[in-house]
Every structure is written in structure tokens, then in C-alpha cells.
């Protein structure tokens, strides 16, 4: 037998040992700096937790939902059982198109068909209102292969959402004041001050992006579809989120008939609507159509109520 074969051989034999080595430093060195990564974009990152499980009972839209609705105050108000997950983003990441739409429908955690969910999806012309801009590039959620586990390595090393290497992170001193946001692992944004743009800017811009064009029919048929979806596993609410009242005049300047629209489609899709637009001088607002942390609890909390009194959700079939 030749050198060369019986080195062949040697090494053959070895492999399953470096084999077993090289996993045992991947695991050694991996999983710690896995986790790291986990607990650090958890406390920081707004959105990680959104993609970490999934959950009996759904809140979608876009930012107004995202900082406005508080899920741990549904919870406890309508003595929910199972999870309450805040899965709404932004007007450019979600509105209610397609990609957003088949998203949301694997984030429902199926306990059986008639199952007692709950699901409030918010709905504004922002989300509505096809904007003329496109977005070549998809917002990177909707690239993520895994979007219920726990840590999400896809998502920790796509980078979501990091502005700053991560070891700068860990080794940053704590913040002298409270952030601007805070992230829960519910995934409601917790919006603790007023913003620094002024009114008048965000007015200006809005009005911009919604302009006269009146709503998709492409997203109220995907809105559509997606209720029809998760009516097999709960109750669906659509809801017009409180907004400042000069807001509120620029959507109804730009769309007249929304709440007529809205209400004949929840009425043909199994859903109940239900319009909150000019509550706005009731609550704390961070800018004109966010609502404050201290906003947000109260107004979800006076949606609990009116959601007691509707008896949503019922009792499972």
C-alpha cells in the first residue's frame, strides 16, 4: 500500500473526531454570542420581538397601531388567554399589501378553527392609499426566512434595524434619559415623549404622501382576505386609530367617504368597525397621529370597554 492511501485512509478515519471538534467550538463560541445578540436587540430593537413567536391574538396596521395599542392592557382588561402580539410597523413597511398580508397570516398561533382570538387590524388612508413613491428594495422583514423563532438568528444577522456595531452596544454606557422609544416584548413601541418635528411639517408631508388619489382597491381586497382568513380563528375589529384634529381634517379632505367604505367592508367580511378618528382631544399625542405612552394606555383601555360591551371575543365554538 502506497504512502499517499494510507494517509487517505488516516484522515477518513479521523473526520467524525474533527468533525465532532469543530462542533463543539461552533457551539462553544456560537450559541453565547447567539444569545448576546438576542437579549441586546430585544431591549433596544422595536420590531425583533415582533418575529420571535407567534401568538393567539393579533394587532396589525402600521405606526399608529405600532405605538397606540398596548397589548399587556387588552390582555388584562378583556382577561384574554394566550398571547397579544403588536405586529404593525410603518406606512412604508406595512400597508396592506400582499407581502404584509401572508405575513400576518403566519404569526396567527392556530389552536383549532372557532378559536376565541382576537384581532384588530388598523386602518387609516395611510395604509390604504397606494403611495406613488415605490419601493424597489422590500423592507428587509419581508426577506427573513424565519419569522417565529426564538432567538432568530435570520434575523439577528440580517441586522435589522442596527445603526451601531453590536460590541459598541454591549459596552455603551446606559442612557442619561429615557429613549424616545422603548421596546417590549410584546412588540408594542412604547413612545414615552413629543417628537421634536413640528406640526405643521408632519401635516405638510403627510397630506403629500396621501394626496387626492382615494383608497386601492388592490389593499381593501387584501384587507379583505385577510379578515375572511382570521375569522376562522377569532373576532376581527377594524378601528381608525384617535389623531390630532388636523389630521383628522386632511384624511377627510383627501378621502370623504373612508368611514362609509370601511364599514361596508368590515359588514361583507365578517368584521366589526370601529371609529375612533375624532376622539383625538381625549387623549396625549407624541405628534400629531401618534399617541404618547400615557395616550396609549388610556385609549386602549377605552377600546377594551367598548370591546366588552360588543362582547368581542366571544366564547369559542
Same mark, same amino acid.
Given at each position: 500500500?502506497?504512502?499517499?492511501?494510507?494517509?487517505?485512509?488516516?484522515?477518513?478515519?479521523?473526520?467524525?473526531?474533527?468533525?465532532?471538534?469543530?462542533?463543539?467550538?461552533?457551539?462553544?463560541?456560537?450559541?453565547?454570542? @447567539?444569545?448576546?445578540?438576542?437579549?441586546?436587540?430585544?431591549?433596544?430593537?422595536?420590531?425583533?420581538?415582533?418575529?420571535?413567536?407567534?401568538?393567539?391574538?393579533?394587532?396589525?396596521?402600521?405606526?399608529?397601531?405600532?405605538?397606540?395599542?398596548?397589548?399587556?392592557?387588552?390582555?388584562?382588561? @378583556?382577561?384574554?388567554?394566550?398571547?397579544?402580539?403588536?405586529?404593525?410597523?410603518?406606512?412604508?413597511?406595512?400597508?396592506?399589501?400582499?407581502?404584509?398580508?401572508?405575513?400576518?397570516?403566519?404569526?396567527?398561533?392556530?389552536?383549532?378553527? =372557532?378559536?376565541?382570538?382576537?384581532?384588530?387590524?388598523?386602518? =387609516?388612508?395611510?395604509?390604504?392609499?397606494?403611495?406613488?413613491?415605490?419601493?424597489?428594495?422590500?423592507?428587509?422583514?419581508?426577506?427573513?426566512?424565519?419569522?417565529?423563532?426564538?432567538?432568530?438568528?435570520?434575523?439577528?444577522?440580517?441586522?435589522?434595524?442596527?445603526?451601531?456595531?453590536?460590541?459598541?452596544?454591549?459596552?455603551?454606557?446606559?442612557?442619561?434619559?429615557?429613549?424616545?422609544?422603548?421596546?417590549?416584548?410584546?412588540?408594542?413601541?412604547?413612545?414615552?415623549?413629543?417628537?421634536?418635528?413640528?406640526?405643521?411639517?408632519?401635516?405638510?408631508?403627510?397630506?403629500?404622501?396621501?394626496?387626492?388619489?382615494?383608497?386601492?382597491?388592490?389593499? @381593501?381586497?387584501?384587507?379583505?382576505?385577510?379578515?375572511?382568513?382570521?375569522?376562522?380563528?377569532?373576532?376581527?375589529?377594524?378601528?381608525?386609530?384617535?389623531?390630532?384634529?388636523?389630521?383628522?381634517?386632511?384624511?377627510?379632505?383627501?378621502?370623504?367617504?373612508?368611514?362609509?367604505?370601511?364599514?361596508? @367592508?368590515?359588514?361583507?367580511?365578517?368584521?366589526?368597525?370601529?371609529?375612533?378618528?375624532?376622539?383625538?382631544?381625549?387623549?396625549?399625542?407624541?405628534?400629531?397621529?401618534?399617541?404618547?405612552?400615557?395616550?396609549?394606555?388610556?385609549?386602549?383601555?377605552?377600546?377594551?370597554?367598548?370591546?366588552?360591551?360588543?362582547?368581542?371575543?366571544?366564547?369559542?365554538?
Amino acid at each position: 500500500m502506497t504512502e499517499t492511501g494510507t494517509d487517505q485512509r488516516s484522515i477518513k478515519a479521523k473526520l467524525p473526531e474533527l468533525a465532532l471538534k469543530g462542533s463543539l467550538i461552533l457551539l462553544v463560541v456560537f450559541l453565547p454570542y @447567539l444569545y448576546l445578540r438576542h437579549y441586546d436587540t430585544m431591549r433596544f430593537d422595536l420590531d425583533y420581538s415582533k418575529f420571535t413567536h407567534k401568538a393567539e391574538h393579533l394587532i396589525l396596521g402600521v405606526s399608529r397601531a405600532k405605538v397606540g395599542l398596548v397589548p399587556e392592557v387588552l390582555k388584562e382588561e @378583556l382577561q384574554l388567554d394566550g398571547e397579544v402580539l403588536n405586529f404593525a410597523f410603518t406606512g412604508l413597511v406595512s400597508p396592506y399589501e400582499e407581502r404584509y398580508v401572508k405575513l400576518a397570516m403566519r404569526k396567527v398561533k392556530k389552536a383549532g378553527k =372557532n378559536q376565541s382570538g382576537l384581532f384588530i387590524l388598523s386602518v =387609516n388612508p395611510g395604509n390604504l392609499t397606494k403611495n406613488t413613491k415605490k419601493n424597489r428594495n422590500p423592507p428587509p422583514i419581508y426577506k427573513l426566512f424565519l419569522v417565529n423563532v426564538s432567538p432568530n438568528p435570520d434575523y439577528l444577522f440580517r441586522n435589522i434595524n442596527r445603526t451601531e456595531p453590536f460590541l459598541f452596544s454591549l459596552l455603551a454606557a446606559p442612557p442619561e434619559e429615557t429613549p424616545m422609544f422603548v421596546a417590549h416584548t410584546d412588540g408594542w413601541g412604547e413612545r414615552t415623549r413629543s417628537s421634536a418635528i413640528p406640526d405643521e411639517e408632519i401635516y405638510k408631508k403627510y397630506s403629500a404622501s396621501i394626496g387626492d388619489r382615494g383608497l386601492s382597491r388592490e389593499y @381593501l381586497e387584501n384587507l379583505c382576505r385577510l379578515t375572511r382568513y382570521l375569522k376562522d380563528y377569532g373576532e376581527i375589529v377594524l378601528i381608525r386609530m384617535p389623531v390630532k384634529s388636523g389630521m383628522a381634517k386632511i384624511e377627510d379632505e383627501s378621502v370623504p367617504d373612508f368611514n362609509q367604505q370601511l364599514s361596508e @367592508l368590515a359588514a361583507s367580511c365578517g368584521a366589526v368597525y370601529l371609529n375612533y378618528l375624532d376622539s383625538g382631544g381625549a387623549y396625549e399625542f407624541s405628534d400629531p397621529h401618534h399617541l404618547l405612552n400615557t395616550g396609549a394606555r388610556s385609549f386602549t383601555l377605552k377600546l377594551s370597554e367598548e370591546l366588552k360591551t360588543l362582547g368581542i371575543p366571544g366564547e369559542a365554538d
